[in-house]
């Protein structure tokens, strides 16, 4: 593909004026601007291209802060999931020691 519009209008067909009127519709309908440098790249291969151009885009400093803002919460969250799931493992062990299931109420008679 060419470079810019002044390289592309350089390769138009040019007529002298003596050519007849289905002669020119002959030539602007055979006209590919782009032919000689005809991309070939297989799906895959687009595929990876576009996925390697974002990352060599320089991040801007409002979209880093949010990105770290993001971090930080999602930090935040996977802790306090993974001490309320220590928490509900604690109270299935010590249900398990006082043989009852967790989440089983005591016999009568033994207070809650």
């Known amino acids: 593909m060419p470079t810019n519009f002044s ?7 040019r007529f002298t004026g003596e050519e007849s009127v289905e002669r020119k519709v ?5 006209y590919r601007p ?4 005809e991309d070939t790249m ?8 576009l996925q390697e151009y974002p990352a060599k885009l320089p991040l801007p400093d409002w979209a880093r802060a949010e990105l770290e803002e993001a971090k930080a919460g999602w930090y935040r969250e996977q802790t306090r999931k993974l001490a309320l799931e220590n928490d509900a493992a604690e109270r ?5 020691r006082s043989g009852r299931a967790a989440g089983e109420a005591p016999p009568p008679g033994e207070g809650s």
């Open 34 to 37: 782009f032919e000689e440098e």
């Open 42 to 49: 297989t799906g895959k291969e687009i595929y990876e291209a």
């Open 26 to 30: 002959q030539v602007i309908q055979d």
């Open 7 to 13: 390289a592309l209008d350089q390769n138009l067909p």
């Open 92 to 96: 299935r062990a010590g249900a398990s």
